[in-house]
């Protein structure tokens, strides 16, 4: 089981310039793994930033986490010549980061990375990316079905960042138990 640190709780607490240093070093984690393993798709691109964007919420924080999904994402689409994509993602992200961190989190910040609770999680903020950028997509193309042209992809994605963050965060534990 996993205790976050207090000063990592997503209660109300005055931002401090380390959550801020934090929260910038995961938003240019999540930039780094959306941009570098980039795998084309209808309407975008496939990458592993998602499976960032989970352990950065569950290691760090729901609110960091959202802040560094929403920051690194849109600043890879930016970057990645996807410009139009950069408000969509900016919602879609924040929402995604939100979902894991409300289900997957309890109150008193302790979870297990394997738990029917972080599994929900994870699923629920995987579809709601897929159903988020399908109607993104529907909108910017002005056509539902252009917009579903992306949702197998887009589902492929969703389960491979999955299973990425599992295998990290299960490296991220035995680390962990190992040093302490």
Not at 136 to 152: D, E, F, K, Q, R
Request: hydrophobic residues 55%; aromatic residues 10%.
């Amino acid at each position: 089981m996993l205790t976050k640190p207090q000063e990592h709780s997503d209660k109300k607490a005055p931002i401090s310039a380390r959550k801020i240093c934090i929260t910038a070093v995961m938003a240019a984690l999540v930039f780094i793994m959306t941009i570098v393993p980039r795998i084309p798709i209808p309407l975008g691109y496939a990458h592993l930033g998602d499976a960032a964007i989970f352990l950065v919420v569950l290691y760090i924080g729901r609110r960091e986490g959202a802040l560094a999904a929403s920051i690194g994402s849109a600043f890879a689409d930016f970057i990645g010549g996807f410009p139009v994509w950069i408000i969509p993602t900016i919602i879609i992200k924040y929402i995604m980061a939100e979902i894991l961190g409300r289900v997957a989190c309890p109150a008193d910040g302790n979870y297990r990375l394997f738990s029917v609770r972080t599994m929900l999680g994870l699923i629920l903020s995987g579809i709601w990316m897929v159903f988020g950028y399908t109607i993104a997509g529907a909108i910017l193309y002005g056509s539902l079905p252009v917009g579903l042209t992306s949702a197998p992809g887009l589902l492929l994605e969703g389960v491979i960042n999955i299973l990425a963050a599992y295998g990290v965060g299960s490296f991220l534990n035995k680390i962990k138990s190992d040093r302490f």
